[in-house]
């Protein structure tokens, strides 16, 4: 039980008052000037919101958060990044913001005194009110109370008119309650039943992507808005013995050359794979992976038709994400979802990069195993254990905004499966944000090129006449949710997801 205690100074020492309780289990703390009021508890679950528009906006996140992990916070959550438009003082830079839910056994004014030396470590200082910043950190709730005093307000007192707070505050939540802190919360929304209400109320998802909010995940030098168009990643196998084109681009040439042609047609990024994950596939050493991989990364860095591009490195080993980083690759594609190697979560958390973590069942040589066929939904079953990757991911430092989904179809799925995702893509996501909203919001990634189940469906028994299969299955795939496609013919599904892109954003006038 948590004990509340007002220690006023008398002659003889302190004298303690009682907490005062406006309904069971939400409780209001009063200081003044003379008066201390501290919570005296094993810990209390936060929300700190970020906001910052000066400098490197999110490395400034990054140092706020690694400060505040030093200073006894332990954070649970992260939000989504928005990048927004000033509110209040409009002549001065945009802001980047976020928020993160944690647990501290700080008291709140002891919490309020870490934020606000973490700020001044930073560089804030005293200026504009709601003018620029490095840093700012506000407390928006504290465990299941209200606190009043002349230095502290919890809830926020401007949280109900803020989108740019009240948005990455709902991402910090699952659609269903989890817990009883969480409900009061929802309790404490001024001028509607619940935060959903006050989120709706503001204008909802109808404010991400216009009026000065857009919803961005950070890679390379930039903010990438993921909803302006779908992006289509050209998959470069390295390898001898891929199902679909092993063997033809071993050499650095005919790599090279490959990846100038997919950019010409169209390709956003480049998925660099060195190591074959088909079915029965076994496993090559990290040596091995490194020595076809970075000749290739080293050569396409340095084509001028690769510059503004993304690159990506498909690998289940830390140590050849690692490496792949250093040599210019912006993302790390995992088709084990961290379950193939205990240090990737770590390692990538360090290198500050996105994650694609994706759903599979053992490794490529057992994922078609028959005990890891068995789903009783696999758009429900696929979505929680995605779900329980990327929290251990998130726990581990990948913040929600680094992280990027894929169902895994092809990997552990027999074609009804593969068939039930493709059009079960609005479940999984549904499903996803019951847990947490953040997740949900994630860019959604699929790869059905050329698969296997695409040649059951069609009687295609050779992998390279599954391009046409290909485009109905990203086109199915883009209209249901999806918003990156990794394919082996770029040229043809370029033109597919053009017009995807033009009848989404008709349906959505």
Not at 29 to 48: F, G, K
Not at 265 to 282: C, K, L, V
Request: aromatic content about 6%; hydrophobic content about 40%.
């Amino acid at each position: 039980m948590n004990v509340f205690r007002r220690l006023l100074p008398t002659k003889f020492g302190f004298k303690t008052c009682k907490k005062s309780c406006y309904a069971p289990g939400i409780c209001s703390i009063h200081s003044s000037p003379d008066c201390v009021v501290e919570v005296h508890s094993p810990e209390q679950e936060v929300i700190i919101a970020l906001g910052s528009n000066v400098g490197n906006r999110l490395n400034n996140f990054d140092e706020a958060l690694h400060l505040m992990k030093q200073s006894g916070i332990q954070i649970t959550r992260h939000a989504c990044l928005y990048e927004t438009a000033p509110a209040y003082v409009t002549d001065q830079p945009q802001f980047l913001n976020s928020a993160v839910r944690g647990v501290t056994k700080l008291g709140p004014h002891e919490l309020l005194s870490v934020l606000k030396k973490i700020e001044k470590d930073m560089g804030r200082t005293t200026g504009i009110r709601y003018g620029p910043r490095p840093i700012d950190l506000d407390i928006l709730f504290y465990g299941k109370f209200k606190i009043h005093s002349e230095i502290l307000d919890v809830p926020h007192e401007r949280i109900w008119e803020r989108p740019f707070v009240v948005a990455p505050l709902i991402d910090l939540l699952g659609s269903d309650i989890d817990n009883d802190t969480v409900a009061s919360w929802h309790s404490f929304s001024k001028h509607s039943s619940d935060l959903f209400e006050l989120w709706e109320k503001l204008g909802g998802e109808s404010l991400v992507g216009r009026n000065g909010m857009k919803r961005v995940l950070p890679v390379g030098n930039h903010l990438q808005d993921w909803s302006l168009k779908t992006s289509l990643m050209g998959i470069l196998n390295l390898t001898p013995d891929s199902f679909s084109d092993g063997g033809k681009y071993i050499s650095v040439e005919a790599a090279v050359s490959q990846v100038r042609l997919m950019l010409s047609e169209g390709a956003d990024m480049i998925d660099f794979g060195a190591q074959s994950t088909r079915p029965n596939a076994s496993k090559i050493s990290v040596e091995e992976e490194l020595d076809r991989l970075i000749p290739v990364i080293e050569a396409v860095t340095k084509i001028p038709e690769a510059e503004g591009k993304l690159l990506s490195v498909d690998t289940f080993y830390s140590e050849v994400a690692s490496e792949a980083v250093k040599k210019g690759v912006h993302l790390v594609n995992d088709v084990s979802g961290g379950r193939l190697d205990s240090s990737m979560y770590s390692v990538v958390a360090a290198l500050r990069v996105p994650y694609i973590a994706m759903h599979m069942r053992g490794d490529p040589s057992s994922m078609q195993n028959p005990e890891n066929l068995q789903y009783n939904d696999v758009c429900k079953d696929v979505a929680f254990e995605l779900y329980e990757r990327l929290k251990e991911a998130e726990l581990a430092g990948i913040p929600a905004w680094r992280l990027i989904i894929d169902p895994g179809i092809g990997f552990s799925k027999n074609t009804e499966h593969n068939l039930d995702i493709l059009t079960g893509l609005t479940t999984i996501r549904a499903e996803i944000a019951r847990r947490s909203l953040a997740f949900s919001h994630a860019p959604l990634l699929i790869g059905p090129s050329r698969k296997r189940f695409l040649g059951d469906v069609c009687a295609r028994p050779a992998a390279d006449e599954r391009d046409p299969a290909t485009v109905a299955a990203v086109t199915t795939g883009v209209l249901n949710g999806a918003k990156v496609v990794r394919v082996h013919n770029v040229q043809y599904n370029a033109d597919a997801l053009r017009l995807c892109d033009a009848l989404l954003e008709r349906k959505q006038r």
